[in-house]
Antibody, heavy 124, light 106 residues
Framework: QVQLVESGGGVVQPGMSLRLSCVAS????????MHWVRQAPGKGLEWVAV????????YYADSVKGRFNVSRDNSRNTLFLELRSLRLEDTAVYYC?????????????????WGQGTTVTVSS | IVLTQSPGTLSLSPGERATLSCRTS???????FGWYQQKPGQTPRLLIY???KRAAGIPDRFSGRGSGADFTFSISRLEPEDFAVYYC?????????FGQGTKVEI
C-alpha cells in the first residue's frame, strides 16, 4: 500500500536551516506531483509547496517563498523540503502528500495520500 | 480559491446526526474535493474524496455530497470516536486549499 515517511524535523533556532525528507513506496512516485503541507500547533492545515512529477514545475506559498526549496530524487523515491532562514512561525508538523496530477501511464492513486508528518520547532 | 466551513463548532450528543458545510469562493470540480477527520495529536485522516466517495475502510455512517461551490458532509449517527475536527479540502489545482475546520464536540 501507499506509504510516505517524513523525517528530518527537529528543534532549531531562528535563522537556521533544516532539510526534510519524504520517502515514498507502494506507488509510482516518479509519476506523481507531490506536495508539502504544514500545521502549526492548534491551527489548521496550510499548503506549503508543490513539485511536478518531473521536477520541472514547482510553486510555493507566499509565506515561505524565497526561504524554502522543494526538490525530488525520483531514483530514490524521495521528496525534499529545504527550510532556510527559519522563523518562529514556521513551527509546525510538516506533511508530504501525493497530488492528483500523474505524468505516466500507470496512475493508480484515487486520492491524496499523506505521511505521518515530521515536527519542526523553531525556538530561541 | 477560499473554502469556508460552517459552523465553526457543532455541539451534539452520541447518536445524533452531524451536518457540516463547506462553501468555495468559486465553482470547483467535485472530482477533487475531500473531507478529513483529525483528532488531537494525529494525522488528518481522509474520509471522503471525489465529494462523495468513501475512502478505504471508512464506515458508511460518513457521507458527502455536493457540487459547484456547495458541499456537505454528514455523520448519520455520531459514535464517541467521531468527536474531532473536520476539514474540507480542494485538491484540483495548486495551491491546495483547506477549510478552517469544524469541531464536532460533545
Amino acid at each position: 500500500q501507499v506509504q510516505l515517511v517524513e523525517s528530518g524535523g527537529g528543534v532549531v533556532q531562528p535563522g537556521m536551516s533544516l532539510r526534510l525528507s519524504c520517502v515514498a513506496s507502494g506507488f509510482p512516485f516518479s509519476s506523481y506531483t507531490m506536495h508539502w503541507v504544514r500545521q502549526a500547533p492548534g491551527k489548521g492545515l496550510e499548503w506549503v509547496a508543490v513539485m511536478s512529477y518531473n521536477a520541472i514545475n514547482y510553486y510555493y506559498a507566499d509565506s515561505v517563498k524565497g526561504r524554502f526549496n522543494v526538490s525530488r530524487d525520483n531514483s530514490r523515491n524521495t521528496l525534499f523540503l529545504e527550510l532556510r532562514s527559519l522563523r518562529l512561525e514556521d513551527t509546525a508538523v510538516y506533511y508530504c502528500a501525493t497530488g492528483r496530477e500523474c505524468g505516466g501511464d500507470d496512475c493508480p492513486l484515487l486520492h491524496p495520500n499523506w505521511g505521518q508528518g515530521t515536527t519542526v520547532t523553531v525556538s530561541s | 480559491i477560499v473554502l469556508t466551513q460552517s459552523p465553526g463548532t457543532l455541539s451534539l450528543s452520541p447518536g445524533e446526526r452531524a451536518t457540516l458545510s463547506c462553501r468555495t469562493s468559486q465553482d470547483v470540480n467535485s472530482v477533487f474535493f475531500g473531507w478529513y477527520q483529525q483528532k488531537p495529536g494525529q494525522t488528518p485522516r481522509l474520509l471522503i474524496y471525489g465529494a462523495s466517495k468513501r475512502a478505504a475502510g471508512i464506515p458508511d455512517r460518513f457521507s458527502g455530497r455536493g457540487s459547484g461551490a456547495d458541499f456537505t458532509f454528514s455523520i448519520s449517527r455520531l459514535e464517541p470516536e467521531d468527536f474531532a475536527v473536520y476539514y474540507c479540502h480542494y485538491y484540483g489545482r495548486s495551491p491546495w486549499t483547506f477549510g478552517q475546520g469544524t469541531k464536532v464536540e460533545i
